[in-house]
């Protein structure tokens, strides 16, 4: 353990120093994504053939999940910290005009409805979008640092609320692909689909790593804070 512990350290240091160096790059590129890149993802046959769709509240999504409840697909949202589960916003249920703030971490809860456990359990996501600060053509992701994004999918995956095919795609900007390999930790999950502003690029990915919960990396306070986990240790439903 103390060996795994040790590798797990360096990961996490070698990862802050990447991140650190990339912060200097995407400051000096441009500014927010642009439509273009929502577009050629809702373009893409693994958006076109979603019906439950998995989006990270980050505002450089925003136009993801519009375009999700524009396009008659279920929009599934994280709670800020995840303390609260997840939330579901239904296509067509949201006023036009609405839509931007709706699709924003305050209007999440009035928009969309917190999911109880039997609901998170019935879902069948087979697309999960999220951001990064890079990604390597062999799919492997650098994050914020939070890793909400990866234990959101452990939950999901754990209740049985993503289907066996499900696909993990990103919306960067083009310099946000690196070459090198990027450091990995045993939590992270791999990107399938990387969508900029220029292409739609289909990483090196053979199969899915394993989306697990791994609960000796997490305290007990994080445990008893996020609903989700709670449920999960064996905890009471709120």
């Not at 650190?20 to 890149?37: D, F, H, M, Q, Y």
């Not at 499900?166 to 946000?176: F, G, N, R």
């Amino acid at each position: 353990m103390t060996e795994d512990n040790d590798h797990l350290s360096a990961v996490q240091l070698a990862k802050q120093a990447l991140r650190e160096e990339l912060a200097l790059r995407v400051a000096a590129g441009p500014k927010g994504l642009s439509g273009r890149t929502a577009e050629l993802l809702r373009r893409d046959t693994a958006y076109r053939s979603a019906r439950q769709v998995f989006v990270s509240p980050v505002p450089s999504l925003q136009q993801v999940r519009i375009n999700c409840l524009l396009d008659g697909k279920e929009l599934i949202v994280p709670a800020p910290g995840l303390k609260d589960g997840f939330y579901l916003l239904k296509p067509y249920s949201i006023p036009f005009q609405q839509l931007p703030y709706s699709v924003t971490l305050k209007g999440f809860a009035k928009a969309g409805q917190r999911m109880t456990r039997p609901e998170v359990e019935s879902l069948a996501v087979s697309l999960l979008v999220t951001d990064a600060v890079a990604v390597d053509r062999q799919g492997n992701r650098l994050g914020d640092g939070l890793g909400f994004f990866d234990l959101s999918v452990a939950i999901l995956t754990t209740m049985g609320a993503i289907s066996r095919d499900a696909l993990v795609a990103t919306c960067i900007h083009e310099e946000q692909m690196v070459e090198q390999p990027l450091p990995i930790a045993c939590w992270d999950v791999p990107i399938d689909i990387i969508v900029t502003e220029q292409q739609v690029f289909r990483t090196e990915q053979v199969s899915a790593s394993p989306r697990s919960i791994f609960w000796e990396h997490l305290p007990d306070r994080k445990i008893r804070k996020i609903t989700p986990l709670w449920w999960l240790s064996g905890g009471k439903n709120p």
